[in-house]
């Protein structure tokens, strides 16, 4: 006789014992009329919600707090468990592909499930869609944040949220995981690509554009977007050494004042727009986890008069140490908890949390109020499943014009000299480096994969697989890299070099230099100098007696000091995005003025880190800092 796994067995068990519990309790449930006003759509918010949830159970109202993650929680999970929502990973597509369809496809088998539910709730589904929806193949891919700080362009930024709502909700996505309105200020951390500024007064106007431009005053609408404002806060604020590679999931030691003046103020500021949810920080301040810290999200709650949803980061509730990890950050203020693998454990254990007087009833009503409220302020009830209507505005010709805008307002020219640059079109130049025609490197992390990938140049071990995925399956960003933009635009005059060898005729050398793609954590670094290959390149060319114009592609300010005096210019380009090529041709040839300014201080070297402005540091270049060819 074969062998059964006692794992197996005790599978078996648990899940007879939950399905005995759910076909029990239903036996005392009460029936739902079709005309259940929550059903009527005419009638006030607060009125529907009330009386949903004078129909749910104790079991139902703690599954609209579990968000799953999608390759855990299958549609068929979704309705047997009565989920309240759905979060799709860094790493996680439809099996079908990763067009506009295959994720509408996909997010209507979730919503159908749901839909099927004895109360009929649908579902959140959650995205990270933090530089346009980078998750959908074909969609525009604007620059990251810090690029944007450096347009200090609110109109702009509000366009882009815009078009990042009207793209997502063409393929069924409807809450997005942003703005994150993060006040970086020490680049050695491996988010500062997804910050604005090391200002809080530019992150604050960002994040109010960003946050109006998803929702646009109404989230019923077709092309609006749920906002999620994160991280809350002062995750820009931990110190090197405190997190467990360096910054990342660190703390803050500032006193209430500072972390007020430089951390919150961007949450005071988006708050004013009504933002649908705001999502917790895997970080501290002052020691105690932000998952944990009910000091800190009373202020968001009471203070700030906050009502929407307040999630969980990725099972942020593991950061907490002790017992009843569910339950502490539920106590401490948190709506919905992010498991994202664990909600069958979530669905037992919060309910017994509450018959064991752990958690009260009322808390659980709280948050399921504010889940429900949300939801109905979406027009869920009324149109959960998506429509092929809208497929076509993803990556059409007009939204890829605003993000070429982007790329070119994003430019900062830190060094100009001996005429380098404009480019004339009909003088020889050299394109050098493989970043100049790589998408993956020129969009960052946070493309098609979470840590995103590059066609090219290796990345940090764990991350790898994702450059593995894309060339195996064909995938690419929608756009145009360097190489290609440059091409043409000048057509032969224009020569390629991996290494700036054979590039005879050229008198000017574009050099791309910079990153590779990372995040999160895998971005934590102790060194941000160039790398000793970007080093050899420019210093190959320099001794050919070739002007050299650095463009540095990178998530945060480098440390230049070995190729500085080497080039006669050198340009910020940050993480430009789809549309790389031609918003930097169209600034190097001049056809456009640079209008970029720092939105960080430039650091010397790495001692001066953490440097910001008013520290009274002098930097290489000091934020607000940014040539123009018309002074």
């Known amino acids: 006789m074969k062998r059964v796994s006692p794992c197996i067995v005790i599978t078996m068990i648990c899940s007879i014992v939950f399905t005995f519990s759910c076909v029990s309790s239903k ?109 959908i193949e074909g969609a525009t891919v604007f620059p990251h944040n810090i690029g944007l700080g450096a347009t200090n362009d609110a109109a702009l930024v509000e366009k882009i949220g815009r078009i990042t709502a009207i793209e997502s909700r063409a393929a069924g996505l409807h809450w997005n995981f942003a703005p994150c309105v993060a006040v970086a200020r020490d680049e050695r951390w491996g988010r500062t690509y997804e910050s604005f500024s090391e200002s809080p007064d530019i992150v604050s106007a960002l994040g109010i554009a960003y946050v109006h431009g998803l929702e646009n005053g109404n989230r019923a609408a077709q092309n609006s977007m ?98 009843n990890l569910f339950a502490q950050s ?125 066609e090219y140049e290796p990345l940090v071990a764990q991350l790898e697989q994702n450059s593995r995925r894309v060339k195996s399956s064909g995938l690419a960003v929608k756009g145009k890299n360097i190489l290609e933009a440059f091409t043409a635009t000048a057509g032969a005059s224009v020569l390629y070099s991996d290494d700036g060898s054979a590039i005879d005729g050229a008198k000017k050398a574009i050099v791309v230099i910079g990153e590779v793609p990372y995040a999160e954590f895998f971005g934590d670094l102790k060194d941000l100098s160039v790398s000793k290959a970007d080093v050899d390149k420019i210093k190959k060319l320099k001794a050919q007696g070739i002007s050299v114009i650095a463009v540095i592609v990178s998530g945060r300010p480098m440390i230049i000091s070995e190729i500085e005096a080497d080039c006669d210019a050198i340009v910020a380009a940050w993480l430009p995005g789809s549309m790389a090529g031609p918003g930097i041709a169209d600034v190097l040839y001049g056809d456009y003025d640079f209008s970029g300014k720092l939105s960080f201080t430039w650091p010397k070297d790495m001692a001066q880190l953490p440097i910001n402005v008013g520290d009274g540091k002098e930097g290489l270049y000091p934020f607000g800092y940014g040539l123009r060819y018309k002074q």
Not at 265 to 282: D, G, H, N, R, W
Not at 285 to 300: A, F, P, Q, R, T
Not at 332 to 346: R, S, V
Not at 409 to 435: C, D
Request: aromatic share 8%; net charge negative; proline share 4%.
């Open 226 to 323: 749920a906002a999620c404002v994160k991280h809350y806060f002062a995750d820009g604020g931990a110190e090197w050494g405190s997190g467990p590679h360096g910054i990342d999931r660190g703390n803050s030691t500032l006193s209430d004042e500072d972390v007020r003046k430089i951390h919150l103020a961007p949450y005071v500021a988006a708050l004013k727009e009504k933002p649908a949810s705001v999502m917790i920080s895997f970080s501290g301040i002052g020691g105690e986890e932000m998952h944990g810290n009910k000091k800190w999200i009373d202020v968001l709650k009471q203070e700030l008069k906050f009502n929407g949803i307040i999630i969980s980061d990725w099972a942020g509730h593991k950061e907490l140490k002790g017992e």
């Open 330 to 454: 539920i106590n401490a203020g948190m709506d919905m908890i992010m498991i994202p693998e664990e909600y069958p454990d979530f669905v037992v254990d919060v309910p017994q949390n509450v018959k064991d007087g752990i958690i009260t009833k009322e808390r659980i009503d709280e948050a399921v109020r504010r889940i429900l409220r949300v939801k109905f302020e979406m027009g869920l009830f009324e149109k959960a499943l998506a429509d092929e209507s809208q497929l076509n505005t993803v990556g059409c010709d007009e939204h890829m014009d605003v993000a070429r805008e982007a790329v070119r307002k994003s430019l900062v020219l830190l060094k100009n000299e001996n005429t380098a640059l404009p480019l004339l079109k009909t003088e020889k130049v050299a394109i050098v480096g493989t970043k100049a025609k790589d998408m993956g490197v020129l969009c960052g992390g946070w493309t098609l994969y979470w840590g995103g990938y590059s």
């Open 27 to 135: 036996k005392n449930l009460t029936s739902v009329p079709a005309e259940a006003k929550y059903r009527n759509a005419s009638l006030p918010v607060e009125e529907r919600v009330n009386d949903l949830m004078s129909y749910m159970t104790l079991d139902e109202k703690v599954a609209q707090m579990a968000q799953a993650v999608v390759y855990v929680a299958s549609p068929a999970d979704a309705k047997s468990y009565g989920l309240g929502s759905i979060l799709v990973g860094g790493g996680d597509h439809p099996g079908s592909g990763l067009k506009a369809k295959d994720w509408l496809n996909f997010y209507n088998e979730y919503q159908k499930a749901a839909m099927q539910t004895r109360l009929g709730i649908p579902i959140l589904f959650g995205v990270d869609a933090v530089h346009g929806n980078a998750k």
